[in-house]
T-cell receptor
Framework: NAGVTQTPKFQVLKTGQSMTLQCAQD?????MYWYRQDPGMGLRLIYY???????DKGEVPNGYNVSRLNKREFSLRLESAAPSQTSVYFC?????????????FGEGSWLTVV | AQKITQTQPGMFVQEKEAVTLDCTYD???????LFWYKQPSSGEMIFLIY??????QNATEGRYSLNFQKARKSANLVISASQLGDSAMYFC??????????????FGTGTRLTVIP
């Protein structure tokens, strides 16, 4: 069972470079999310897409853009990478938003900006 | 204010013993969901258990149970009969029913559990 798949798993960028993290889910979920995880902290929401065709900012959106390409795919773009964006990035999905909807995560993407 | 607080940075438990991981939460929304996730050293986030704020009984999933004390705003995870494979980071999280909280899962800082043979 694939669930949520994200690529690449590891990436090293130079400051100022751009890149896109790709994410796809095969659970027919309506809602998708991008989180980042920094040492000693829990996950923090960057952007989310409650349903196809919509995207909204989360807690820490600065420096990122997203695209909900279709129901399955949700990408995260760093236009000009900064060392502060060194983190582990998780894509996730849920059937919909709301308290009872479990969020399922991908395996994470380790990004280092030097 | 922190929505989720996990006060135990690290915990040790003997194999086959039970262990309780603490979690307290803060919300003014009467309707919310509480979740526990496991993050092994490989890095993925694995969903373990869910408790709804209106659920009368504590949630259970195999060896995992959630000790839900609504008045105290606590949602502790109990792992029974610990196994070596239970060694991991454990995160408590909350999702609210309405407003921006419905679109997000608020995480605590996690507890690192080590199971000793």
């Amino acid at each position: 069972n694939a669930g949520v798949t994200q690529t690449p798993k590891f990436q090293v960028l130079k400051t100022g470079q751009s890149m896109t993290l790709q994410c796809a889910q095969d659970m027919n979920h309506n809602s998708m999310y991008w989180y980042r995880q920094d040492p000693g902290m829990g996950l923090r929401l960057i952007y989310y897409s409650a349903s196809e065709g919509t995207t909204d900012k989360g807690e820490v959106p600065n420096g990122y853009n997203v695209s909900r390409l279709n129901k399955r795919e949700f990408s995260l773009r760093l236009e000009s990478a900064a060392p502060s964006q060194t983190s582990v990035y998780f894509c996730a999905s849920s059937a919909r938003t709301g308290r009872e909807n479990t969020i399922y995560f991908g395996e994470g993407s380790w990004l280092t900006v030097v | 204010a922190q929505k989720i607080t996990q006060t135990q940075p690290g915990m040790f438990v003997q194999e086959k013993e039970a262990v309780t991981l603490d979690c307290t939460y803060d919300t003014s929304d009467p309707s919310y969901g509480l979740f526990w996730y496991k993050q092994p050293s490989s890095g993925e986030m694995i969903f373990l258990i869910y408790q709804g704020s209106y659920d009368q009984q504590n949630a259970t999933e195999g060896r995992y149970s959630l000790n839900f004390q609504k008045a105290r705003k606590s949602a502790n995870l109990v792992i029974s009969a610990s196994q070596l494979g239970d060694s991991a980071m454990y995160f408590c999280a909350m999702r609210e029913a309405g407003g921006t909280g419905a679109n997000n899962l608020f995480f605590g800082t996690g507890t690192r559990l080590t199971v000793i043979p």
